[in-house]
T-cell receptor, first 115, second 115 residues
Framework: DADVTQTPRNRITKTGKRIMLECSQT?????MYWYRQDPGLGLRLIYY???????NKGEISDGYSVSRQAQAKFSLSLESAIPNQTALYFC??????????????FGPGTRLTVL | KNQVEQSPQSLIILEGKNCTLQ??????????LRWYKQDTGRGPVSLTI?????NTKSNGRYTATLDADTKQSSLHITASQLSDSASYIC??????????????FGRGTQLTVWP
């Protein structure tokens, strides 16, 4: 969805390096999420933010940190990348104003490889 | 334990044929169930959403059913096309009082449509 953009789209890095993945959205949504997807495991939630001052850990937050710089921007950092963080990372947004609809709009993904 | 199980894990069908994908869940309290389609290399996109009171919802050639009593949902694809080749993900939203609860993702069914 062009309304949710992720940079970079692909990244190869080495063990121990610090990596930042960025997400921007023009949908005006207040809620933003970071997921990782591994083959055969489906999507797993890393962190989520319901507004600029609200940051919450997901089910697999160890080794990751996030920053909600503005309502439209949510970045994910790997302070010291390790090989098992090799995965496809997705940013998503949703609008709390839609009540319990909870539709999430996903970005195109960032493929991260840690050597 | 709240879980979402999908079957089959993968499916190959010939163009023009119909198919049905299954989703069983144990998420409680239940808010809604959504089917997403994820094309290779892209983020998931919502196909349908169903709440507790709905048992059928259609979106073109896609028809989702929900049996809230048995906690089962199915996604039926009619007259399949090559563009239907994708992963189909079942996502169940838990209810948390008046606010949105957590999302539970299935691992997806990988559908391949052959000409």
């Amino acid at each position: 969805d062009a309304d949710v953009t992720q940079t970079p789209r692909n990244r190869i890095t080495k063990t121990g390096k610090r990596i930042m993945l960025e997400c921007s959205q023009t949908k005006g949504h207040d809620r933003m999420y970071w997921y990782r997807q591994d083959p055969g495991l489906g999507l797993r939630l890393i962190y989520y933010s319901f507004d600029v001052k609200d940051i919450n850990k997901g089910e697999i937050s160890d080794g990751y940190s996030v920053s909600r710089q503005a309502q439209a921007k949510f970045s994910l950092s790997l302070e010291s990348a390790i090989p098992n963080q090799t995965a496809l990372y997705f940013c998503a947004t949703s609008d709390s104003g839609l009540g319990r609809n909870n539709e999430q709009f996903f970005g195109p993904g960032t493929r991260l490889t840690v050597l | 334990k709240n879980q979402v199980e999908q079957s089959p894990q993968s499916l190959i069908i010939l163009e023009g044929k119909n198919c049905t994908l299954q989703c069983n869940y144990t998420v409680s309290p239940f808010s809604n169930l959504r089917w997403y389609k994820q094309d290779t290399g892209r983020g998931p996109v919502s196909l349908t959403i169903m709440t507790f009171s709905e048992n059928t919802k259609s979106n073109g050639r896609y028809t989702a059913t929900l049996d809230a009593d048995t906690k089962q949902s199915s996604l039926h694809i009619t007259a399949s096309q090559l563009s239907d080749s994708a992963s189909y993900i079942c996502v169940v939203s838990a209810r948390r009082g008046s606010t949105l609860g957590r999302l539970y993702f299935g691992r997806g069914t990988q559908l391949t449509v052959w000409p």
